[in-house]
């Protein structure tokens, strides 16, 4: 049996390492020269790692064992982390349960209610009812107002850019179980972890393997239509070619889905409402010498343009980068701001006058070089009802399915999701495939 799958990023990468465990034969078509989606790598000069920056928790269950089965557990590094708050032109450390009672911004009244909304969070079970009240509504419902000023708007800002109040409880709920769980219950200190080499140890353990199984990896190869085929089975449009597939995964955006898939596959425009994604654009800094010891820093302030700091060297052996400090600069932003209308250097114009004014003391001469990703469809925003909007895993053709990060309704955008989401995907897809395998 054949099995084509769209994008090669984690989700498409993940599925065809799983899918090329049975008979079926995998090829998987990335349209980037480059495997791995946004979580590829890049080429910072002397060294590479992460375009954007990644880490792993240690409730990230479904990732370690996949890099266990890779192969990988030696290169996974676990190392202390620490978080910051940048609130009213102050830092303040916010990693330990002392960081927690020693927090200025907040009184003794306000910590007790954000105790009271963490561990009441991490106690819910249920989604359903998160997704009718929005996430600003339930932390002040839970906590009060002085404790999401303080508190939670500087970290769903963080996340989310503007929007955030646009966004349900679930995404809270999601984000207290995966990053408050990372504190080790016995230090109560938070870990984080990273891979020898960033991201692309991965996706070129991803990639032998799949070689030895001799499944296919074609990267330039955009595919431009999904056909289905009148015998059965789906036909994929590249390069002005057209092949057969027994069947068709396609894992990216929902934009790229509507564009490229004829409208008897999938009807995805039938919502009321269309999944909005938000996407980001993220200055990284290589320097000399550290810029913050937190790995990250979650900041509010409106004169400064980004939304948070992330000091990848404060985790990653500065071994791995050449001896030099790597830190990101992102801005999440709605596809209308006018940001995406800039170009690099004025970005990079703006974003450095906001480490001015972060870092008075900051010294230019130390930054090595300096670089501005960007990306458009990022993180779906989980609105009201979320659930209610997603496609479907199984589409109108029983040969064509979707499997990408707009489904996650229990979780944030993360990698331990994707592994996650696509174990339940193949739950369904093993059983499909030896049905279709028998039947023949
Ligand atoms: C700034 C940032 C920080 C992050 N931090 C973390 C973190 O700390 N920890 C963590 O676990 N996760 C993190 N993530 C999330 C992680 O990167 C995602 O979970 C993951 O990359 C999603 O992979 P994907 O394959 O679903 O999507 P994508 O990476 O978007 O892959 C989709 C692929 O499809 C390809 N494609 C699109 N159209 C076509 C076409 N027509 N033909 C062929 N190919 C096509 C694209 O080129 C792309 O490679 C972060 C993401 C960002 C952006």
Known sequence: MKIGIVGGGFMGLVLAHEISKTTAHVKVFEADSQLGGLATHYDYGSFIWDKYYHVILPTDNHLVSLIEDLGLENKLQWRRSMTGYYVNKKFYPFSSSKDFLLFPPLNI?????????????????????????????????????RTYEKFWAPLLK????????????????????RLFQARSSAAQKEHMGYIDGGYKTVFDRLQESLAKRESEVLTKTSIQGITANTKGGINLEYQGKREHFDKVIFTGPLNVLEK????????????????EYLGVLCMVLITEEPMTPYYVLNLADKKVPFTGVIGMSSLVDVKQTDGKYITYFPK??????SFWCKSDDELKTIFLEG?????PSFNETLIVSSHMHKAFKVQPLQVLNYSEIIPKMRTKNPDFFVVNTSQFVNDTLNNNSVVNHIKDFMVDFEKELKFTSETV
Do not use: C
């Not at 969070?121 to 107002?145: A, F, H, M, P, Y």
């Not at 490229?260 to 999944?275: A, F, Q, W």
């Not at 480490?355 to 870092?359: D, E, H, N, R, S």
């Open 109 to 145: 009244i306000d910590k007790m209610k954000l105790a009271f909304t963490i561990f009441y969070g991490s106690k819910i079970n249920d989604r359903k009812k998160l997704e009718k009240i929005t996430v600003k509504d339930w932390l002040i419902k839970l906590g009060g107002q």
């Open 260 to 275: 490229v898939s004829s409208p008897n596959l999938i009807d995805i425009t039938n919502n009321k409402e269309d999944v």
């Open 332 to 337: 999440y932003v709605t596809a209308d701001h």
């Open 355 to 359: 480490v001015k004014q972060l870092y």
């Open 158 to 177: 963080a996340k989310l850019g503007e929007s955030h109040d646009r966004v349900s409880a679930v995404f809270i709920w999601t984000y207290i179980k």
